[in-house]
Nanobody, 122 residues
């Protein structure tokens, strides 16, 4: 079974930092674009950051300069370092694996983690 498991969420004060982790089973980084998404109650899930198998990076404008996506290929773990956190960063953060644009067919085509809650508040 292929799984993505997030960890590292919690309560932090504005201006603080958190590091989220996403542990993936198997060598999933080879053919999948990995990403972090977030969803606040009543709002649409939105892209936070992605890193492709070729190490191309993409960030939402709202987090540029504050968040950094990275991965450890040897450990099959992806990270999201979040600095200078703001109340509007409060959301459930999800790890995502996207194989829909892979050069080879993969199964599953995409996979979501269970999510980890990040709350930025005084």
């Amino acid at each position: 079974q292929v799984q993505l498991v997030e960890s590292g969420g919690g309560l932090v004060q504005p201006g603080g930092s958190l590091r989220l982790s996403c542990a993936a089973s198997g060598s999933i980084f080879t053919h999948y674009t990995m990403g972090w998404y977030r969803q606040a109650p009543g709002k649409q899930r939105e892209l936070v950051a992605t890193i492709s198998s070729g190490d191309n990076l993409d960030y939402a404008d709202s987090v540029k300069g504050r968040f950094t996506i990275s991965r450890d290929k040897a450990e099959n773990t992806m990270y999201l370092q979040m600095n200078s956190l703001k109340p509007e960063d409060t959301a459930v953060y999800y790890c995502h694996a996207d194989g829909r644009n892979s050069l080879v067919k993969v199964r599953p085509l995409e996979l979501w983690g269970q999510g980890t809650q990040v709350t930025v508040s005084s």
